[in-house]
Each structure stands twice: as structure tokens, then as C-alpha cells.
């Protein structure tokens, strides 16, 4: 069940990027991991999986940051990228939050399922167990700080004492403020709408409820993360292609189309505001067809 929630929050986050991990290699491995019947064959599954997204991660990662998709062989626990370096800051907020949560419902922390009780790192194999449904809230807030550019190269300094990134402090701080915000959003779940932290307590607790037989089911692929963008790529193009007389049918005026093509045309991340992504959303399909044959 972790195991599932986890590849489909991923599959979520690679969608809402347009990255190259298709539907049907979701499906591939998510039906592999239904026929798995031993723990061992769970981990090769989720490895092979966890190859593919971090692989389409790096797709859309700029070369500037050097991100190798954490699958290298120097690559211990020591941060080989700046990239690489905030996605380890973020596991450990994560990290953090879990073990809470594992505390509070009052679950032994060192006997997990999917982690082997084998050395330093896995001492908690439960708190790492169960922080693989979540993992993905330190992907996507990794993947905007450094689209938005609230991270940037000059944020990161190289220490050859342990050949690793650091990064400033103030740097860190926007970051950490990111991540914050990300576990504010909020995800609708039974009827309420939670913080993320909430949601993995609720989470932990279930755990504890099946484990203990009060109840019979355990679902890790819910609540569903809402990763819909305001600039998604099909915008984008729907942007780039609009000409001014489309523009002004829509009610878009020249400077805001100005302002949208400028921004649609590079990589960084950009705000469009309700009213307008609504009006480029409508656009007729007969229009989109046109525009795609030109």
C-alpha cells in the first residue's frame, strides 16, 4: 500500500511538469507491483519505478544544477548537486514530521516493512516506511524553488573537505519557508480539509488501526495531492500560439498578452491569474485544432 501511494503521488508530480514518464509505464509497474508476493520483490519493483521518475525528474531539471538524479555512484549521504541538496533538506522536515506522528499514535518506530532493520539509517524503518506516500512534497516544492527562482546556482557554495554543496543561510531559509507552504496547502481527505502534517498523522494512525484489527482497510493513495498549475504546459502553447485578434476576442489585452507570451516562453514559473487562465481554458476546440495544423 506505501509502496502504491508513493508511485502514484510520483506519477501526479511527473504529469503536472510534463515530464516523459508515460501513463502506461505508471500502469506497467503499478500492475508489476500488484503481482509482487515477497518484500524483496516489493523493493526491486519500487526501485525500478523510483529509477524511471527520478530519471524524468532530471528531464526538466536545468543543467546548470548539474542534478544527476541521486543514481550515481559516488553518491552516499553527502549532497553531490545543489538540487540534490534540497531534496535532502526536504526529507528531513519530512522526516521530522513522521516520526511525530509515529510518536504521538505510540508505534514502535524501528519495526517497519519495505527498510531492512540493518544499519545506522535504517535503525527507524517504520519512520522511513512511511515517509515514501510523502516524499513527493519535497520533490515538487525542490522542483518550484529552483523554477521560480526563489533558488538560484549563487545560493550554493562547494566545500572540498567533504565534496558537498552547502547552501547560505537567508537561501535556506526561502526555502524552508517553501516547504512550509507546500505542508499548509492543504488536501481535502474524508470530508475535511487537512495540512499535509495532519493528513500523516491521520495516516499513522490508520496504520495503527490495521495493524491492530480495528479495521480492515489501508489506503496510502489517498488523499489525492492537487498539483494542478496555473502554467501548464498546455497553456503555454495555448499562450504562444494565441494571435492579438484571438487575444481580444478572449477579452486578453495587449500588454497581458505582452506579459504572457514573455513569461511562457521560458522556464521559470509564473503566476496567471484566475480570470484570464479561465478565458484561455475556453478557448474553443475548433480554434485549438486550427492552431495546432498551423
Known amino acids: ?86 531534496l535532502n533538506y526536504s526529507y528531513g522536515v519530512i522526516e521530522g514530521y513522521v516520526r511525530k506522528a509515529v510518536n504521538i499514535v505510540g508505534l514502535e518506530p524501528s519495526v517497519g516493512f519495505l527498510h531492512e532493520f540493518t544499519g545506522s539509517q535504517t535503525k527507524e524503518s517504520l519512520v522511513y516506511d512511511l515517509m515514501e506516500p510523502f516524499r513527493w512534497l519535497g520533490h515538487l516544492t525542490t522542483i518550484q524553488a529552483f523554477e521560480s527562482g526563489v533558488l538560484d546556482l549563487k545560493d550554493f557554495y562547494f566545500t572540498g573537505d567533504d565534496y558537498s554543496y552547502k547552501i547560505e543561510i537567508e537561501a535556506k531559509r526561502r526555502f524552508l519557508q517553501l516547504l512550509k507552504d507546500r505542508f499548509n496547502s492543504g488536501a481535502n481527505y474524508k470530508g475535511r480539509v487537512l495540512k499535509w502534517d495532519t493528513v500523516i498523522e491521520q495516516k499513522t494512525m490508520e496504520l495503527a488501526r490495521y495493524l491492530t484489527g480495528r479495521s480492515k482497510i489501508l489506503d496510502f493513495s489517498e ?38 507570451r514573455r513569461n511562457a516562453a521560458n522556464n521559470r514559473l509564473f503566476k496567471i491569474c484566475r480570470k484570464v487562465s479561465k ?15 498551423e
Open 223 to 260: 488523499p489525492e495531492p492537487e498539483l494542478d498549475r496555473s502554467d501548464s504546459l498546455e497553456l503555454r502553447r495555448r499562450i504562444l500560439s494565441l494571435s492579438m485578434s484571438e487575444a481580444q476576442k478572449l477579452g486578453i489585452g495587449k500588454s497581458t498578452l505582452r506579459y504572457l
Open 1 to 86: 500500500m506505501k509502496a502504491e501511494g508513493e508511485l502514484l503521488s510520483n506519477t501526479r508530480v511527473c504529469a503536472s511538469h510534463g515530464t516523459p514518464v508515460s501513463a502506461h509505464l505508471a500502469q506497467a509497474v503499478l500492475a508489476a507491483l500488484v503481482q509482487a508476493k515477497t518484500v524483496n520483490e516489493i523493493r526491486i519493483v519500487e526501485g525500478r519505478g523510483t529509477q524511471h521518475y527520478r530519471l524524468a525528474i532530471q528531464s526538466i531539471v536545468s543543467e546548470t544544477f548539474c542534478f544527476q538524479s541521486r543514481i550515481i555512484k559516488s553518491h552516499q549521504y553527502n549532497a553531490s548537486d545543489p538540487f540534490d541538496l534540497c
Open 279 to 293: 478565458r484561455l481554458r475556453a478557448i474553443p476546440n475548433e480554434l485549438r485544432t486550427h492552431q495546432i495544423l
